[in-house]
């Protein structure tokens, strides 16, 4: 199907490294790739934006000669607002057609700075004067997502940006300094890009939605290499249908789900501005499968268990596979796709500084359980030992023998924008260090067996919380499950985990806890709780976002240390958050007492007295 080379093997990735990087590239920047596939298919659908879920003659449809003659015409008009190449274009929207435009004009024109229009504004703005944005590009007035009203008047305040122009607007927005989609009428196609593939061409951001804005930084090379990479991994080309509901401020809307298949000719479809959050397009999956063509569907793990629940109802011949990653992927959850739609479930590893990818299950390969695949080609992944929580990089694990996962290669960029937050991360001989724990098998398969800093320790035993979680995933009434450490005086942590039940089903703590117990061999890694919560916190794309589940854990932790010592509830206010506690107690020798109680206890809280 593809028009590049096709990766099934670790044989097909030698024989791609024998031809050269150069050979495998083609173009070296991501609008090269775009205007090679406007020259082979000018008239193919590029992008097809659903308006109305079942109304198909409202769908936006653009072709790939419409698609480059616009990025070409919206780099042109951020030149002419002022934008210089190492300046850069805020884009605050979610995906839609003129985000993808905007996404890659600004890499044309200087550089471009994704942000997810969901952050607080204090954020938003941090992240905008980190990148050196001199426009903004923001979602207009509509009736999904308000975005415009809460960015909008922090950055004319602020006054870091010297234009701000709406996209997708459902009526006039007051208070823009125009329309894209309307001022790219009146350009002329720009025509003065840099070639430089090593020129930086975006700042991604990372890090969480808290704390100092942490930029990633990619260049063209990055990009398009990834974009390469993944459709051969996944064996698109111009007869694909691909269903990309990430946000473009995501590495996986943007390069493994999105340009990896414009490079390849195929059609993205989007399901509208709420992304695989539109809760009609999900309802109806299957009969957009059919009416589209579909061929793959890119959703988080999350995405897999709510398909999961919806019966097969259309002609889905068309469907190829489901792509999935960003967080683990439980074999249950994927075996449970396989058997319910009869469709291969294939795994990536993904980081935000290599532009999306570590490794990627191939189509055309069997899914190994636990596995996230190959290598691709050009770089290296190989686990190494640590000493006193440090990678050694100088100290290899051999075969199946777990360890830090890192990697190198032209997937990797160049650090961060803060050059002080890159020790650690980026490291000498172009590593990457991933964070997560794993290994590599006697075959190239990666398998990723938890997160370094997601590991629970109770006293010197580290426990990886996926055990856990796949215990209780197992269990018929388990949509979703979590595990974390909760702080404890004595063993440090405690193994809880946090479950959201099915649609109508039903289960209790003691229930689950029984259910789990002889599916997890050693007693120290059964869970001290299962709190069951009628949904978890997820991140907007979908993952479970474990630090607020860290913090429900650590409010836990506390209360039951203090009731241990008989400190009633109404003997203190407790607040709770990501980055601590704050402990409000009146009498001091009770202050005292709760002081003592926590002693061992890993979190950082605070004793005050408001009066």
Not at 123 to 130: G, P, V
Not at 167 to 173: G, K, L, R, V, W
């Amino acid at each position: 199907m593809s028009n590049t080379a096709t990766i099934r093997s670790m044989a097909d990735i030698a024989s791609i490294e024998r031809a050269g990087l150069d050979a495998f590239l083609g173009a070296k920047a991501p609008f090269g790739l775009i205007r090679q596939s406007a020259e082979r298919y000018p008239d193919r659908v590029a992008l097809r934006y659903i308006k109305h879920v079942g109304k198909p003659d409202s769908d936006q449809v653009i072709t790939y000669r419409e698609l480059a003659r616009r990025i070409a015409q919206a780099a042109s008009l951020f030149r002419r607002l002022g934008v210089a190449p190492k300046d850069s274009v805020a884009i605050l929207a979610p995906h839609v057609p003129s985000s993808q435009i905007a996404l890659w004009a600004a890499q044309l024109a200087g550089r471009a700075c994704p942000i997810n229009p969901m952050l607080r504004p204090d954020h938003a703005l941090a992240l905008i004067k980190a990148a050196g944005a001199k426009v903004a590009v923001v979602l207009g007035k509509n009736d999904d997502i308000n975005v415009w009203d809460a960015i909008v008047p922090a950055l004319r305040e602020s006054g870091l940006v010297t234009h701000i122009l709406d996209i997708d607007a459902d009526a006039p927005t007051e208070g823009s300094d125009g329309s894209l989609e309307k001022l790219l009428s009146e350009e002329a196609e720009f025509s003065n890009a840099s070639d430089d593939p090593d020129a930086i061409a975006a700042f991604f951001h990372t890090g969480g939605t808290t704390g100092a804005p942490k930029l990633a930084i990619h260049t063209r090379r990055n990009e398009a290499f990834v974009a390469r990479a993944a459709a051969a991994m996944y064996d698109f080309g111009p007869s694909d249908v691909v269903v990309n509901g990430f946000p473009l401020f995501h590495v996986a809307g943007a390069f493994v789900y999105g340009l990896s298949a414009l490079a390849s000719g195929a059609t993205l479809l989007i399901p509208g501005r709420l992304g695989m959050r539109n809760r009609r397009f999900i309802e109806t999956i299957w009969k957009n499968v059919e009416a589209y063509r579909v061929t793959a569907i890119g959703g988080v793990p999350t995405v897999i268990s709510a398909l999961n629940e919806i019966k097969v109802d259309a002609d889905i011949s068309s469907l190829r596979m489901m792509l999935t990653g960003g967080s683990p992927l439980p074999t249950e959850l994927a075996d449970a796709f396989e058997k319910a739609v009869n469709k291969p479930v294939r795994n990536i590893l993904g980081m935000t500084e290599c532009a999306g990818v570590v490794t990627i299950e191939p189509f055309h390969a069997p899914r190994t359980p636990g596995s996230t695949g190959l290598r691709l080609p050009f770089t290296e992944v190989a686990a190494f030992r640590s000493v006193a929580g440090d990678v050694d990089l100088a100290a290899r694990c051999t075969a199946n023998e777990t360890g830090i996962l890192a990697l190198r290669g032209p997937n990797v960029g160049p650090g961060y924008s803060d050059q002080s937050r890159n020790p650690g991360t980026f490291e000498a001989g172009g590593w990457l260090v991933s964070g997560d724990l794993g290994h590599v098998d006697t075959e190239g398969r990666v398998f990723v067996t938890g997160r370094a800093k997601d590991v629970i320790i109770r006293g010197a035993h580290n426990i990886d919380p996926v055990i856990i979680e796949d215990a209780l995933l197992q269990h018929p009434s388990v949509a979703m499950a979590a595990a974390v450490g909760q702080p404890d005086p004595y063993a440090g942590e405690l193994p809880v985990a946090f479950v959201a039940l099915k649609a109508g089903a039903e289960a209790d703590e003691d229930e689950l806890r029984a259910f789990v117990e002889p599916l997890v061999a050693e007693p120290a890694i059964h869970p001290k709780h299962v709190a069951i919560l009628r949904e978890l916190p997820l991140t907007p794309v979908g993952k479970i976002y474990k630090p607020a589940l860290r913090a429900l854990a650590a409010k836990r932790g506390i209360e039951e240390a203090f009731a241990k010592i008989r400190i009633a509830p109404s003997d203190y206010r407790l607040n709770v958050g990501e980055d601590g506690a704050t402990i409000d107690i009146a009498d001091p020798a009770i202050r005292e007492a709760a002081r003592k109680s926590l002693q061992g206890m890993p979190i950082r809280y605070t004793f005050t007295h408001k009066p």
